[in-house]
């Protein structure tokens, strides 16, 4: 069985201010992991993606996750959030060719001017 | 780039009604999703489509449901009958392939059962 944990139901910070987004995994064998990202009354977009490889993965609009195996963990990080940033972000797992991603509870970012 | 198209993007049913939600995935897509995602809460899985069959689906996916893909035209989840319990958004997302893929979501289809 597969399952995602993100800890952190909501996160606000400061346009500017540093971001790390927490996702936990639960997989024995080697997962693919995604981050999306989804604004109100849209679908989910993609941010980044890792299955091997350097942990750390570089995505879109300056996002970046490191994969840690030792800690199951895939936290999304940014640099400089910028307001428009203010959105939910889900954390996924796959476990192989044939298996859907399942989605973390997600994370609603909140970035105050 | 690449669209999924979800129509209608609202639908609004009176309950024990059948409903048919359309999907147009991304043209050269070889796996569909549906997932659920009840009002801003988390995106459940639905039901994985390949090839014909249905691949895996999760315990929310009813006997209720069903999905199909005729002759290559819309994926479609159908819901026959309705419960209340069925209001939420369902997202279709469409795939190259499975695991390590690019996975195309729709904007999503707002279904309320009244």
């Known amino acids: 069985a597969q399952s995602v944990t993100q800890p952190d139901a909501r996160v606000t910070v400061s346009e500017g201010a540093s971001l790390q987004l927490r996702c936990k995994y639960s997989?024995?064998?080697?997962?693919?992991l995604f981050w999306y990202v989804q604004y109100p009354r849209q679908g989910l977009q993609l941010l980044l993606k890792?299955?091997?490889?350097?942990?750390v993965v570089q995505g879109v609009n300056g996002f970046e996750a490191e994969f840690s195996k030792s800690n199951s963990s895939f936290h999304l990080r940014k640099a400089s959030v910028h307001w428009s940033d203010s959105a939910v972000y889900f954390c996924?797992?796959?476990?192989?060719?044939?298996?859907?991603?399942?989605f973390g509870a997600g994370t609603k970012l909140t970035v105050k001017p | 780039g690449p669209k999924v198209l979800q129509i209608p993007s609202h639908q609004i049913i009176d309950m024990g009604q059948m409903v048919t939600l359309n999907c147009d995935p991304v043209?050269?897509?070889?796996?569909f999703y549906w997932y659920k995602q009840i009002l801003g809460q988390q995106m459940e899985f639905l039901v994985n489509?390949?090839?014909?069959?249905?691949?895996?689906k999760s315990k929310l996916f009813k006997d209720q449901f069903s999905v199909e893909r005729p002759d290559g035209s819309y994926f479609t989840l159908k819901i026959q009958p309705t419960a209340l319990e069925d209001s939420a958004v369902y997202f279709c997302?469409?795939?190259?392939?499975?695991?390590?893929?690019?996975?195309?979501f729709g904007s999503g289809t707002r279904l309320l059962v009244i």
């Open positions: 997302a469409s795939s190259l392939v499975g695991g390590n893929s690019d996975y195309t």
């Open positions: 997989y024995s064998g080697t997962p693919y």
């Open positions: 890792y299955y091997s490889g350097d942990p």
């Open positions: 996924a797992l796959s476990r192989n060719n044939n298996n859907a991603p399942r």
């Open positions: 043209s050269n897509h070889l796996y």
């Open positions: 489509f390949y090839n014909g069959k249905v691949m895996e």
